[in-house]
């Protein structure tokens, strides 16, 4: 059962443009989310994450919108650059100690992202 | 250390053999992960350890997998009898606490079984 969709699987954009990923998740009680980036032959490093007691989290070009009704959140990537093309996941976790819950984080299968010069 | 260090980088092993894989975490960190990371699948999550309590092996997709982590620091992913799944990216990940939310990652070990 996967938990959190992620979409799409690839995106290319244009230098200067805007970067849009999406996830959705089901398990309501899910109270973290971050995204995190991967450059080939590294480990994910996290960017930037939001609790669901906000709607949007922004820092420098990269912004989190996130919609708790639809269980939906987003990344935005403004003024996108060649530096940015990498893999990114998002990712959601339950509180620790909820229904045995060790919150671990249950990741999206990653959008693969290039930023064409 | 400065990060979360995994060794051997890389590995190539014969199917049927039986592969360890190394995981150094961030001085001071009680918690440490294991996830695989297979082409299109995202990262899976494999076991998990806290501090001296028992670990959370829920993640683990056979019994030929286990991991050991000794004196709450060094860990071992170990592998016995590989199959040609089991080719995938090995992540190590740890954390200050379980209450700390974001991960740091190794660079993981590729393993390719052939």
């Known amino acids: 059962q996967q938990q959190v969709k992620q ?40 960017l930037i994450a939001i609790r669901p007691d906000v709607s ?19 990344l935005h990537i403004m003024d996108s650059q060649p530096g940015d093309s990498a893999t990114y996941f998002c990712a959601a976790s339950p509180p620790w100690g909820r229904g045995g819950s060790q919150g671990n984080l249950i990741f999206g299968k990653g959008t693969k992202l290039s930023v064409k010069p | 250390g400065a990060g979360v260090s995994q060794s051997p980088s890389n590995k190539v092993t014969e199917k049927g053999k039986d592969v ?53 620091s060094v860990s071992t992913l170990t592998i016995q009898r590989t199959q040609q799944e089991d ?18 990652f190794g660079s993981g070990t590729r393993l390719t079984v052939v």
């Open chain 2, 20 to 72: 360890e894989l190394r995981c150094d975490p961030i001085s001071g960190h009680t918690a440490l992960y294991w996830y695989r990371q297979s082409l299109g699948q995202g990262l899976e999550f494999l076991i998990y350890f806290q501090g001296n309590s028992a670990p959370d092996k829920s993640g683990l997709p056979s019994d030929r997998f286990s991991a050991e982590r000794t004196g709450g």
């Open chain 1, 7 to 46: 979409s799409p699987q690839s995106l290319i954009v244009q230098k200067g443009g805007i970067s849009i990923i999406n996830c959705a998740y089901e398990n309501t009680a899910f109270d973290y989310f971050p995204w995190y980036q991967q450059f080939p032959g590294k480990g994910p490093a996290l």
């Open chain 2, 87 to 104: 080719s995938a990216v090995y992540l190590c990940a740890s954390s200050l606490t379980r209450g700390i939310r974001g991960y740091t």
């Open chain 1, 56 to 74: 949007e989290k922004k820092e420098g070009r990269f912004t989190i919108s996130f919609n708790k009704s639809a269980k939906q959140f987003s």
